[in-house]
């Protein structure tokens, strides 16, 4: 039971433009939202977070935006860069006490930015 | 900027060898994590730690041990690597997991079994 999807594979844009990924969740437990960026032959690394007290978090040309009721969130990326060109992991946990750091992932999209 | 080293980037070694996966931090951070990827599939908590002589099972079953001695040092073992076990491996560490201490990985082991 896949509790964090992202429901496309990929993603290309062209240099300039927005860049919108999606992520869907089932838990409505999850209140940590996390964006990870991940290029090839290295880990993820941390890009955005958001909490569920919020609808918007928003960090130079990164923004996320969380919808609760739809159990949605999506990062957009404005304007895009050929460096974004790399995989996108949404991640989701339920803040604090035993579940710290422990985040449930999307399959992650890939995101190709075309000069 | 956390520093996390994960050695060897990448294994390639035969049915039934016995290996260790390591991972240092150099931030004396408490949590550290191993998670397990498959190409174009999610990562997956396999192990976790809170601190030195504490370890707990992640969400994903698996084959693999890890232990705790020190806080800089979360090694990961197979005692007997099967083709089963191909996958890469990234250990995380995290002072304090949050809105502003999030989750910081390491490169990532490649293991191949063959």
């Known amino acids: 039971d896949q509790q964090v999807k992202q429901n496309s594979p990929s993603l290309s844009v062209q240099e300039g433009r927005i860049s919108i990924l999606n992520c869907d969740y089932t838990n409505s437990m999850f209140d940590y939202f996390l964006w990870y960026k991940k290029y090839p032959a290295e880990g993820p690394t941390f890009l955005i977070s958001?909490?569920?007290?919020?609808d918007k978090n928003e960090d130079g040309r990164f923004t996320v935006f969380l919808n609760k009721s739809a159990k949605h969130l999506s990062l957009h990326i404005v304007p895009s860069q050929p460096g974004d060109s790399a995989v996108y992991f949404c991640a989701a946990s339920l803040y604090g006490g035993t579940s710290y750091g422990k985040l449930t992932f999307g399959q992650g999209t890939i995101l190709t930015v075309h000069p | 900027e956390a520093d996390i080293y994960q050695t060897p980037r990448y294994l390639v070694i035969g049915t039934g060898k016995k290996i260790t996966l390591e991972c240092s931090q150099t931030m004396g951070h408490d949590k550290m994590y191993w998670y397990q990827q498959d190409p174009g599939m999610e990562l997956h908590l396999i192990h976790y730690?809170?601190?030195?002589?504490?370890?707990e099972k992640g969400d994903l079953s698996s084959e693999s041990t890890v232990s705790r001695i020190r806080t800089e040092h979360f090694p990961l073992t197979l005692e007997s690597a099967r083709p089963s076990h191909t996958s890469q491996y990234l250990c995380?560490?995290?002072?304090?997991?949050?809105?502003?201490?999030?989750?910081?990985f390491g490169n990532g082991t490649r293991l191949t079994v063959t």
């Open positions: 958001i909490s569920s007290i919020k």
């Open positions: 995380a560490s995290s002072d304090n997991p949050g809105l502003n201490s999030p989750l910081h």
């Open positions: 730690s809170y601190g030195v002589n504490s370890t």
